[in-house]
Every structure is written in C-alpha cells, then in structure tokens.
C-alpha cells in the first residue's frame, strides 16, 4: 500500500499512518492526548513518542487533565528516572500546565477545531514539497494556546498536531490514505 514519504517500513509506524494520522478527531480525551504528546515531540521525531506513546499512558494517568493537572512535584521527579518516557523537565512539568489550561477551556474541542472553521481542511497536494511546517491557521492555534496558558504549542506543534487530528488532511495525492479522507 502506498503511504506518505514520512512513513516508514516499522508496523507500528504504518500502522499509526494507516488507521489513526489525518483522521478527525472530535474527542476531548484523545485531542488532549495528542496536544500533550505532541509537545512531548518537539525537538524529535514522532516516531519516537509513538514507540514511548504507551507507556506514557501508564505514567501520566491514560492523560486524564484532572490528574496530570494534579501532579505533584515529587511524582515529576519520580518521572524524571523512567528510561520509558522522554526525561525532559520542561515537557512533563509542560503536560500539567497544560492539564491546568486544559480545564479551564468551557468547550476545548470546539475551541480547537475553530481554528479550521470546524470542519477539516482538505488539502491536495502532489507531493511532499507542497506540505508546509508552519500555516497562518497553526499560528493562531499556537498565539490563542499560549493566550490560554499552554506551553509547548509553537505554530510547527500545532500544525503537527492538526495534521494528527485530522484538522487538516495533508496524505498526499500518492497515498493510499488521500481518497479514503477526502470527503
């Protein structure tokens, strides 16, 4: 099956890219997984978080915002120790500052796919070279995020994060996936 140029040959890696990436995303538990694990990304590949993605379920309570949002001090220290996750302090002491912002949004679903009018942004691109890093769409997810008090959500992890999420289709025209999430 023909897949995106950043897919590689790893079933895992596949199988993200064939069931989950570019897919829309309108639950709040699984939209703030993502936005945690994507900040959690920044400065590696994605492919990384994936591989450590279940283990983060494990340490940071299935990413439920009430509890990540309570974490103590003692507990991120605790997390700084395990080989399983990305030991960075700035990105776990990130995912409970964003839990806190998280809880504070009345409606983060809506709030989030605002930034695409509600509906995906289907793009149509031939190949890689057309897909951009950065969209004005991204810029203002990442402006009205850190607004809000997020950290971790410059407009590159945001348009990664809308691009996960479905927010935007990037799968370009040679991927199997294209026709299947084109409306």
Known sequence: MPRCFWCTQDPLYQ???????GVPLREADALFELLVL?????????FTIL????????VLFAFDPQALAAMSDEYLEQLMQDPGIVRNRLKLNAAR????????LDDPVGFL??????QPKVNDFADRSQV????????AMSKALQKAGFTFV????????????????DHTRDCDRYAALRP
């Open 15 to 21: 199988d993200y890219h064939d069931k989950e990436w």
């Open 38 to 46: 994507e900040g959690f990304q920044a400065g590696l590949s994605w």
């Open 51 to 58: 591989r450590k993605r279940e283990r983060y379920r494990q």
């Open 97 to 104: 500052r964003n839990a806190q912002a998280w809880l504070k």
């Open 113 to 118: 796919w605002s930034f695409v009018g509600g």
């Open 132 to 139: 951009p890093a950065v969209t004005a769409e991204a810029q």
């Open 154 to 169: 410059g407009p590159t992890i945001c348009y990664a994060f809308m691009q996960a999420s479905g927010m935007v289709m």
